[in-house]
């Protein structure tokens, strides 16, 4: 009876481990792998339209339904500066870790534009709090919108829906026009 009862605590504790292995690599591994495919400094800080296969790789999705663009990007170094152009249709911009946490995420209806400008710094540690100057920390940027994330690689997926697939074009033109650059600090 005994012996059946330690190969059950076994069995339990191997499925333990291997479950909470699988949940806290596995997203990690699996953005690295999204995010690999263009990982050489021409790519990164730089904003660009996802061609049909990138598209389909990254996002599952054909180019007749949606239309994407992307910025991986490293702030280690500086802020990342979006100034961000989208058609007058539903879009979205989602900033990832490269760890698959969904960091940053707004849409037409809660920007109220199609046009903006977006800072990305990388939020403060608690000793950066604790030492540094706090009207550093709090000052507003008048310029357009700031967020702090805690992750300084990551990668801005731009997206936004097709009715009709001859808007390609014309949605491509005008997204096109994004760009994403790094200010050293």
Not at 53 to 74: H, N, V, Y
Not at 129 to 153: F, K, M, Y
Request: proline content about 4%; hydrophobic content about 40%.
């Amino acid at each position: 009876m005994r012996a059946w009862l330690y190969w059950i605590a076994v069995a339990l504790l191997i499925g333990a481990v291997s479950h909470l292995s699988y949940v806290l690599i596995a997203p990690s591994f699996a953005m690295q792998r999204l995010m690999g495919g263009s990982k050489e400094d021409s790519q990164i800080n730089r904003f660009v339209l996802l061609d049909a296969t990138e598209q389909l790789r990254l996002l599952g999705e054909t180019p007749t339904e949606a239309l994407s663009g992307k910025c991986i990007f490293d702030i280690s170094k500086g802020e990342l500066s979006v100034a961000a152009e989208m058609p007058h249709t539903f879009w979205s911009l989602t900033i990832y870790s490269d760890k698959g946490a969904d960091l940053y995420t707004i849409n037409d209806r809660q920007a109220g534009t199609n046009k903006f400008k977006l800072t990305v710094k990388q939020a403060p540690g608690v000793l950066d709090l604790l030492g540094g100057d706090q009207s550093e920390n709090t000052r507003a940027l008048s310029d357009g919108w700031s967020v702090e994330i805690p992750e300084p690689h990551g990668i801005a997926v731009f997206w936004m829906a097709l009715e009709y697939p001859e808007q390609r074009k014309q949605f491509s033109d005008i997204l096109s026009r994004s760009a994403c650059t790094l200010t050293p600090t």
